[in-house]
């Protein structure tokens, strides 16, 4: 949900700090701020309301530097956006913390540190960890030890990185629930709460495992896991490059990453299919003896990650002839799900933090699953380190948060899995190389999709004024008419919904009017005539209506009907990745119209690391 970044150096910090804090806006924009410590030892704090370039416009006001110092940008969860509620927060002795995720028991600490003395400045549950750290260290006498003894009380998720006064030297950081990452350097290290904000100046990382606390020095790492033994957890190296997580010659980074699409998926599929084959090892070494065993599947996920579940449950009953269950990650934790024999647990996630994904994986390793595999963009991610079976999907980092690339090459992998199932249920090589030379030919399609930019500009003029779209899709098109309905709320904040189009006449069609555009993806498959009739229901209301259709559906522009001719012969398997491209650049343009953010829109953050 927030940034965080920290550093301990020879050399002044601020610059490396300000730097990441830009590189983890897209995690939150409510407030941002920076604490450092100065040559004179004392703590310097400067916090804004607003996004990262509040920060440094003050900054340019206060001009500040320090060799050690930490820094966060803020997605509000306790307590509204304000300079008061925006960390660093700080207690007595000059202790300064920042935090990712929620505090459960916040308000029981609370009233036994306001019983105590210590007076309260913000809203915060963070404040309540900073307090607990001084409080301890008045007995304990070492804030590492501090820092431990209060993590030990806190219920809830958090990553934390405190730095203090009277001990200049070191940053102490505590992970649960929450990413946080060392990043090496030559006689400097580095914190934060992702990758990217630490490119610039290492691509050697170490991942703290859950319950870890860690010392982190100038020339020194030290570990210790939640009971207290000293750990080494492996040094690993970053394929992603700085470049990779900046805008270039677009004006968005939804802009680019929408056309970084074909490459995306390219990458998501090389090395992995040769010849007319699955590679099945992709999946890991030990996919081949799990999906042979495979006989139900059952997919978890989150928001944009959701809709590629709802897809491949479509593909994977239909092509590969196994069950397949489909549910929301945070539903799925507290209904007790039944766990058919030899069922293959699926989770998707462009981050791997998603706290309700990943929480849903630790529940399942408890229930009897055959094996659990997950379908993640960040190789360094908790959900990929703790998953049995992995399918990276290559996306690149991926800023903007409505989800374009991670969605359209989450759907790729999917489909690598549909073939690798089919294979063991007794799919033939012939059918095998037809559903691979259809993945093959994805890149190719969306790049002639992406040709119709101009013509969508153009449409998305007839959106900008609209407050409410009806998206209309049948089969596995369905679920690519949530996710338009999704990106256009998103990111324009116009009130959209989608619907399978056969369930107008049960209570949809009640809103459609001349006001109310209605949207439907039409490719040319088995259920186009019945999405027809579905759309003459809505002209017959007076219904506008906006097809994405395919040159041999049948169906015609004419009076109220605007129709968008996609690519020829796009097939059934390829129709959800080709036909959710035009609604990406639908959201995009009408957002760009109505001057929203588009790549931080209001009230929600790229990676979810709380429930």
């Given at each position: 949900m927030c940034g965080i970044v920290g550093a301990v150096a020879e050399r002044n910090v601020v610059p490396i700090l300000m730097e990441g804090l830009r590189r983890l806006e897209y995690r939150g924009y409510d407030s941002a701020g920076i604490a450092v410590l100065n040559g004179s030892k004392h703590l310097t704090r400067l916090r804004t309301v607003g996004k990262v370039r509040m920060l440094d416009e003050a900054l340019e006001q206060h001009p500040t530097d320090g060799r050690i110092g930490i820094a966060?940008?803020?997605?509000?969860?306790?307590?509204?956006?304000?300079?008061?509620?925006?960390?660093?927060?700080?207690?007595?002795?000059?202790?300064?913390?920042?935090?990712?995720?929620?505090?459960?028991?916040?308000?029981?600490?609370?009233?036994?540190?306001?019983?105590?003395?210590?007076?309260?400045?913000?809203?915060?549950?963070?404040?309540?960890?900073?307090?607990?750290?001084?409080?301890?260290?008045?007995?304990?006498?070492d804030l590492f030890k501090a820092v431990r003894a209060t993590v030990a009380e806190l219920e809830g998720a958090y990553a934390l990185v405190v730095v203090s006064e009277h001990d200049p030297e070191r940053l102490i950081l505590a992970r649960e629930g929450c990413p946080v990452v060392i990043g090496l350097g030559v006689e400097e290290n580095f914190v934060a709460s992702d990758v990217a904000a630490l490119l610039p100046v290492t691509r050697r990382f170490i991942f703290l495992?859950?319950?870890?606390?860690?010392?982190v020095r100038r020339e020194s790492v030290r570990i210790l896991d939640r009971n207290g033994v000293a750990v080494e957890r492996p040094v690993r190296e970053s394929e992603l490059s700085a470049s990779a997580a900046e805008r270039g010659p677009y004006q968005h980074f939804m802009l680019k990453e929408i056309h970084e699409q074909?490459?995306?998926?390219?990458?998501?599929?090389?090395?992995?299919?040769?010849?007319?084959?699955?590679?099945?090892?992709?999946?890991?070494?030990?996919?081949?003896?799990?999906?042979?065993?495979?006989?139900?599947v059952h997919i978890v996920a989150c928001g944009t990650s959701y809709h590629a579940a709802c897809v491949a449950r479509y593909f994977i009953e239909q092509i590969s002839k196994v069950p397949c269950a489909v549910d929301i990650a945070s539903e799925y934790r507290y209904r007790k799900p039944l766990v058919p024999p030899d069922t293959l647990f699926v989770t998707i996630s462009q981050s791997g933090e998603t706290a309700d994904t990943l929480a849903a994986l630790r529940l399942a390793r408890e229930s009897g699953y055959l094996s659990s595999?997950?379908?993640?963009?960040?190789?360094?991610?908790?959900?990929?380190?703790?998953?049995?079976?992995?399918?990276?999907?290559?996306?690149?980092?991926?800023?903007?948060?409505?989800?374009?690339?991670?969605?359209?090459?989450?759907?790729?992998?999917?489909?690598?899995?549909?073939?690798?199932?089919?294979?063991h249920q007794g799919s033939d090589a012939e059918r095998e190389r037809a559903l691979v030379s259809r993945l093959i030919e994805l890149p190719a399609h969306v790049e002639r999709t992406l040709e119709l930019d101009p013509v969508i500009l153009r449409l998305a003029e007839r959106f900008a004024d609209r407050r409410h779209a009806l998206f209309l899709g049948r089969g596995a098109l369905y679920p690519i008419a949530l996710e338009g309905a999704l990106k256009l709320k998103e990111i324009?904040?116009?009130?959209?919904?989608?619907?399978?189009?056969?369930?107008?006449?049960?209570?949809?069609?009640?809103?459609?009017?001349?006001?109310?555009?209605?949207?439907?993806?039409?490719?040319?498959?088995?259920?186009?005539?019945?999405l027809k009739s579905n759309l003459m229901e809505v002209r017959a209301r007076g219904g506008e209506l906006f097809v994405f259709a395919d040159p041999e559906s049948g169906i015609s522009a004419s009076d109220g009907v605007t129709v968008i001719e996609m690519p020829?012969?796009?097939?059934?398997?390829?129709?959800?990745?080709?036909?959710?491209?035009?609604?990406?650049?639908?959201?995009?343009?009408?957002?760009?119209?109505?001057?929203?953010?588009?790549?931080?829109?209001?009230?929600?953050a790229k990676s979810v690391t709380v429930e």
């Open positions: 966060h940008t803020r997605w509000a969860t306790h307590g509204v956006p304000s300079e008061r509620n925006a960390h660093p927060h700080i207690s007595r002795d000059g202790i300064a913390i920042v935090h990712n995720g929620i505090i459960e028991n916040h308000e029981e600490l609370r009233a036994d540190l306001l019983r105590r003395g210590y007076p309260f400045t913000s809203e915060t549950d963070t404040e309540v960890i900073a307090h607990r750290i001084h409080l301890h260290l008045q007995t304990l006498h495992e859950e319950g870890d606390v860690a010392d074909p490459l995306a998926i390219a990458n998501t599929l090389q090395e992995r299919v040769a010849n007319g084959r699955l590679l099945e090892a992709a999946f890991g070494p030990a996919a081949t003896a799990v999906l042979q065993r495979a006989q139900n595999l997950a379908i993640c963009n960040v190789p360094e991610s908790s959900l990929v380190r703790e998953s049995e079976l992995v399918m990276l999907t290559r996306a690149g980092p991926e800023i903007g948060v409505a989800s374009t690339k991670a969605f359209t090459t989450q759907l790729t992998a999917l489909g690598m899995l549909v073939v690798a199932l089919a294979r324009s904040y116009i009130h959209a919904e989608g619907y399978p189009a056969g369930e107008l006449k049960h209570g949809p069609l009640a809103l459609v009017d001349a006001d109310m555009p209605v949207v439907a993806v039409a490719p040319n498959n088995d259920l186009l005539e019945k020829r012969q796009v097939s059934y398997v390829q129709a959800p990745v080709v036909y959710s491209i035009p609604l990406q650049l639908l959201a995009y343009h009408a957002a760009i119209l109505k001057g929203t953010d588009v790549d931080q829109p209001r009230n929600l």
